[in-house]
């Protein structure tokens, strides 16, 4: 079953794609062409115009307590299934396979690091912020710093911003906005979505995961850092020792996202046993 939010997107921009086709690992986050964009656009122009200081600060008071739900990790998994990401030009199949897909991966590629695994499932459960009825666009796609002008690399960064009234604003329109240079990613204040709340989460009900994955958690959708190279002058030395994290982190979370769809029963067990060492029980959300 699928939330309605709006017209159902998946029908609407069913790709024409031939699903069971291997993927060209250029052709994944393409956003000039493909049968998703217009669903992809109208996301990223929603979070561009609204995504602003005071709205972030409201969002860490609503969700900073944890008190939505309460529900163990793979029933928090479970509720994926009813969810489809409209600001993803590349699946549209339900979450809780990519979350296995992205743990798969990364357990084939690091045998040793049981807790990496554990990010892999755990990476985008910060989505049941959709199930809760937040919109789309304070829940999924690229993140980038509220408070300071956008950088170029921020996905359609000319044609969505327009209407944002923090641009307005001098206290937050310039290159450095409210921040000093290399003052450090945990002192910026990032725009709101799966990734921040998932870290909030997991630190509130603490998990017992090294703080590489609390990172890799927090920034996989900060792409235009990670990835496009951009908001190095706020960067500690700290946040450029975890980059590499960050990005062996993307290797699985992009390239996992292909229809094959695994078996999640055989599955169940093996993450049932890291769940228990690493964040065991019913958790608050
Ligand atoms: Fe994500
Ligand atoms: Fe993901």
């Given amino acids: 079953m699928k939330v309605a939010v709006g017209p159902d997107p998946s029908l609407v921009y069913r790709p024409d794609v031939d699903p069971e086709a291997a993927k060209d690992k250029g052709s ?10 217009d669903r992809v656009f109208a996301t990223y122009k929603l979070m561009h115009t609204q995504q602003t200081v005071d709205f972030v600060r409201k969002k860490h008071t609503q969700f900073g307590g944890f008190s939505y739900k309460k529900m163990t990790v793979l029933e928090a998994v ?44 755990l990476h985008d459960l ?5 199930l ?7 829940v999924v796609g690229d993140t980038f710093p509220v408070g300071c002008r956008p950088q170029a690399s921020v996905v359609f960064c000319d044609s969505t911003f327009q209407d944002n009234p923090d641009l307005q604003d001098p206290r937050y329109s310039t290159e450095f906005g409210m ?26 009900n603490k998990f017992s995961l090294p703080p590489e994955a609390f990172y ?49 029963d055989e599955l169940r067990p093996y993450y049932q046993g890291l769940i228990d060492k690493y964040c065991p029980g019913v958790l608050s959300w």
């Fill in 132 to 138: 809760a009825g937040e919109p789309q666009w304070a």
């Fill in 78 to 121: 479970a509720m994926l299934d009813g969810l489809v990401d409209e600001s993803d030009p590349d699946v549209d199949f339900p979450n809780s396979f990519h979350a296995f897909q992205t743990a798969e991966g990364i357990r084939k590629a690091h045998p040793d690091k049981d807790w990496f695994h554990l990010v892999g499932l």
């Fill in 179 to 204: 921040y000093q240079p290399h003052c450090g990613l945990e002192n910026v204040l990032m725009s709101w979505g799966h990734d921040e709340y998932m870290y909030q989460m997991m630190k509130f």
């Fill in 126 to 130: 910060g989505k049941v912020l959709v």
């Fill in 28 to 37: 994944f986050r393409n956003y000039t062409s493909g049968p998703l964009l």
């Fill in 216 to 264: 890799m958690i927090r920034f996989h959708s900060f792409y235009p850092w990670h990835t496009g190279g951009d908001y190095r002058q706020l960067c500690s030395e700290q946040d450029l020792a975890m980059l590499p994290w960050v990005q062996e982190f993307n290797k699985f979370d992009l390239y996992t996202k292909c229809p094959g769809l695994p078996d999640v």
